[in-house]
């Protein structure tokens, strides 16, 4: 078991940056499968980012290519998205989650995949 909390949403304008970032505690950190989603009012909670147990693999939904960074420091027992080149449309609760894995490399994408969740922290984005 392992208990997620985000931290670090906010306000900010288009074309911005913002950092968030999750702190896990209770089991080992680096027994899971990192990953965060977002939920916008009226949408489905949907993949942003995935990262392994060993931070080597990481995948990203092809709305957030190229602009977003995950990763994690797993003697922290932190994972971050580091969100740059912010659109309007990147409005959304943001959610950490965490999936049980022995593998080393995989990432997961889908939600039923993991099994524990962060209360979730609001980023907004200006136009």
């Known amino acids: 078991q392992v208990q997620l909390v985000e931290s670090g949403g906010g306000l900010v304008q288009a074309g911005g940056s913002l950092s968030i970032s999750c702190a896990g505690s209770?089991?080992?950190?680096?027994?899971?499968?990192m990953g965060w989603f977002r939920q916008a009012p009226g949408k489905e909670r949907d993949f942003v980012a995935g990262?392994?147990?060993?931070?080597?693999?990481?995948y990203y939904s092809d709305s957030v290519k190229g602009r977003f960074t995950i990763s994690r420091d797993n003697a922290k027992n932190t994972v971050s998205l580091q969100m740059n080149s912010l659109k309007p449309e990147d409005t959304a609760v943001y959610y950490c989650?965490?999936?049980?894995?022995?593998?080393?490399?995989?990432?997961?994408?889908?939600?039923?995949?993991?099994?524990?969740w962060g209360q979730g922290t609001q980023v907004t984005v200006s136009s």
């Open positions: 989650a965490a999936a049980r894995s022995t593998a080393l490399n995989v990432v997961r994408v889908r939600r039923l995949e993991y099994d524990y």
């Open positions: 209770g089991r080992s950190f680096s027994s899971y499968v």
């Open positions: 990262i392994s147990r060993s931070g080597y693999n990481i």
